[in-house]
């Protein structure tokens, strides 16, 4: 009985350590490059891109 429920507990740790893994991959954590002016971020097809406090950021248009 205790060796069962060993087996079960390494087998539940080991899968917690594999999922986190698995879930950690896949989160995407995008920083901005660093900049000086808006020319020193990088260009997309919308050119909504400027240099905010040394970050690139985008900047979304509002239209009522």
Request: hydrophobic share 40%; net charge positive.
């Amino acid at each position: 009985m205790v060796e069962t429920l060993k087996y079960v507990y390494v087998m539940f740790l080991f899968l917690s350590i594999f999922q986190l893994m698995v879930v950690y991959d896949s989160i995407y954590f995008r920083k901005p490059p660093p900049c000086i002016t808006d020319k020193d971020c990088p260009q997309m097809k919308i050119n909504n891109v400027r240099c905010r406090k040394g970050f690139c950021i985008q900047i979304h248009k509002f239209t009522p």
